[in-house]
C-alpha cells in the first residue's frame, strides 16, 4: 500500500533574478522535484484577463490597442510600451502587482494548507523591486553574466540588444540581489550543472522533510 506524505508547514521560497537569468529554468527543477510553483507573470495575465475594471485602467493609460477586438491583451505590445521609459514601467507596476500579490497570496496559501508540496515556489522576477521579499523563508537568486543574459534573451524572445538592456536597467541589479539572497544559484555554466546547484538548495531547504520521510519508511 502506497503511503501517502503529508507536508506540515512547507517552507514558502522566492526564485527570482532578473530577465534572461534563468529563475524559469530553476523552476523546473523544482517542479521535478515535487514543489508547487506559482508564476508571477502567469497569475498576472490572469488577472488582467478577468479583471474588467483593470482592463479599463490599462486602456486609459496605454491605449485601446494594447487589447485585440475579442479582448485579448496583446502581452508583446504593452510590454513595448510599459517599458519605454520609467514612468510607464511605474504607472504599469502601480495596476497589476497590488492585485496580482493578493492572487499569489491566495494560491500561495491554499498550496501551503494543501500539505502535498515539500516547497512552495514563488517565481517572480521583481521580489525585490516590488518589496515582498519579507513574504517568504527564503530568497533563492539565479544569477548569469550580461552577455549570457542578453544571448538568452535574444535567442529566446528575437529581443534587440538595445531592447534587452533598457528592460534589464528597469530592474535592480543582479549584483545587489546576489548580496540579499539566501541562495545564489550561478546560471553561467551547463544545464546539468544549475540541476545540480538547485538540487542542492533543494536538499539543504527540505532537509527536515527528508529525515521525517526516512523515519516514516
Not at 10 to 31: E, H, Y
Not at 111 to 116: Q, V
Not at 196 to 216: G, Y
Request: proline fraction near 2%; include cysteine; aromatic fraction near 6%.
Amino acid at each position: 500500500m502506497k503511503r501517502i506524505i503529508k507536508y506540515a508547514n512547507p517552507k514558502v521560497i522566492a526564485v527570482t533574478g532578473g530577465i534572461g537569468s534563468g529563475q524559469s529554468t530553476v523552476c523546473a527543477r523544482l517542479l521535478e522535484r515535487g514543489c508547487r510553483i506559482i508564476d508571477v507573470d502567469k497569475k498576472a495575465k490572469q488577472i488582467i484577463n478577468k479583471d474588467a475594471a483593470l482592463q479599463r485602467e490599462l486602456k486609459k493609460v496605454f491605449g485601446e490597442e494594447i487589447f485585440s477586438p475579442a479582448g485579448k491583451l496583446n502581452r508583446k505590445l504593452l510590454a513595448q510600451m510599459a517599458f519605454k521609459n520609467e514612468s510607464s514601467t511605474l504607472q504599469l507596476n502601480n495596476l497589476v502587482h497590488p492585485r496580482m500579490v493578493a492572487g499569489v497570496v491566495e494560491e500561495m496559501e491554499s498550496a501551503r494548507f494543501s500539505g502535498k508540496y515539500p516547497l512552495i515556489v514563488i517565481d517572480a522576477a521583481l521580489v525585490y523591486e516590488i518589496s515582498i521579499e519579507q513574504m517568504f523563508d527564503a530568497i533563492i537568486v539565479v544569477y548569469a553574466s550580461m552577455e549570457n543574459r542578453i544571448k538568452r534573451v535574444m535567442e529566446r524572445d528575437g529581443l534587440s540588444r538595445r531592447t534587452i538592456i533598457t528592460r534589464v536597467r528597469r530592474q535592480i541589479p543582479l549584483e545587489d540581489k546576489k548580496q540579499w539572497a539566501d541562495f545564489v544559484v550561478d546560471n553561467n555554466g551547463s544545464l546539468d550543472d544549475l540541476k545540480r546547484l538547485t538540487d542542492q538548495i533543494f536538499d539543504k531547504l527540505t532537509v527536515r522533510v527528508q529525515k521525517a520521510r526516512r523515519l516514516r519508511v
